[in-house]
């Protein structure tokens, strides 16, 4: 896609206005604005290093994965279909009363 040119021209009056402007900005220095410090709570601490802390711990137990994997293609692997039933049930409550 190529860009074109503008067909119109700015006028004049606006050109010398900017240039003028430039030429201000560039003899005069910019005054200084006061600093302002900002402190954070201890709490925000605690949530940083917590944060950087599970950055670095896995999501997933690579080990455990391996040992279901194994467990299933062996056949070993047993479903508990109470607990399955009770967590579900649990789940289901949980986000019916706002809680998660």
């Known amino acids: 896609m190529k860009i074109e040119k503008p067909g119109n021209p700015l006028p004049a009056a606006l050109i010398n206005e900017t240039t003028a402007r430039t030429e201000k900005t560039k003899s005069s220095p910019a005054p200084q604005e006061p600093s302002t410090s900002v402190s ?4 925000a601490t605690q949530l940083s290093k917590m ?17 279901i994997k194994q467990a299933i293609s062996e056949g070993r692997f047993q479903v508990n279909s109470g607990m399955v039933a009770d967590r579900l049930i ?11």
Do not use: F, H
Not at 90 to 100: A, C, F, K, P, T
């Open 90 to 100: 649990q789940s289901v409550r949980d986000l019916i009363s706002g809680q998660e």
């Open 51 to 67: 944060g950087a802390s599970m950055a670095n711990a896995p999501v997933v137990d690579a080990n455990k994965v391996a040992e």
């Open 40 to 43: 954070l709570g201890s709490t």
